[in-house]
C-alpha cells in the first residue's frame, strides 16, 4: 500500500485548536522579585551560592504555570462503544495558589463516549493544562470535567482528584500524608447511581 493510501485509511480525525490564554511570565521582573525577596529573606543574593538563584526559580514558575498547548483529537465512535473510559492515576501536579506551593497526586479521569472517542492521552493534557496554573483542587477538578464535558459532547463525565499539599504537609498544620479527594461529574456520572457507582470503582473511590 502506497503511502497516499495508508494515509487513505487512516481513521478520521478531527482537530481543535486549543489556546488557553492565560497571561505571560514576566521573566526579567521575575528575576528581579526572586532577588528582592531572597533579601527580605535575610540571604545575600550576590553570594556565589545564590547568584543563579533568581534566574532559576523565574524559570522554574514560569514553567510550571505555562500550559502545554495541544491538539485535542477525537475520533468517529464506529463501534457505537458505550462503556465507561477511565484513565486512571494520570501524575497531577499544580500551585496553590495561597502559599505558592505545589500540590501532587494522581487524576482519574472518565467519560461515557456519545457521538466521537477520544485520543487517550488527551485525558491527561487536559488535566496538565489545568494543572500548569495557580489552583485550588476544586476548581482544578472543576475545569478539567467542564473542558472535556464541553470539547467533547459525551454522555457523562467523571474527574476524581486526590492530592497532597505541601502547604499542609511542611508547613502549617504538617499533616503529612493527607491527601484531599476532589470529584466532578457531568450527565449520566451525575444522574445515573449505578454508572456514578461504577466510576467510582474503578477508580478505586469507594461511594458508599
Ligand atoms: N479548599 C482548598 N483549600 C486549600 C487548597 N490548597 C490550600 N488550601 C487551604 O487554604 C487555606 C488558606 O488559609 P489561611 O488561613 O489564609 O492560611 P494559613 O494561615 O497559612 O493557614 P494554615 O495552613 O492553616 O496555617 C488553608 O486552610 C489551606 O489548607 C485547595 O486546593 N483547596
Ligand atoms: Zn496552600
Redo the contacts with the bound molecule.
Sequence with gaps: MSVENLEEAAPPARHLGVVHDRGTVDLPAARRAVADLLVALGKDPSSEHLADTPRRVANSYAELLTPREFQLTTFPNDEAYDELVVAKSIPVQSL????LLP?HGVAHVGYLPGERILGLSKLARVVELFARDL??????TKQVADWLQEHLAPRGVGVVIE?E?M??SL???QASGAR?VTSALHGLLREDRDTRQEFFAVSGISAS
Design positions: 496553590c495558589e495561597h502559599h500540590f489552583q485550588v483542587q476544586e476548581r482544578l492530592a499539599h502547604c499542609m508547613r502549617g498544620v484531599t
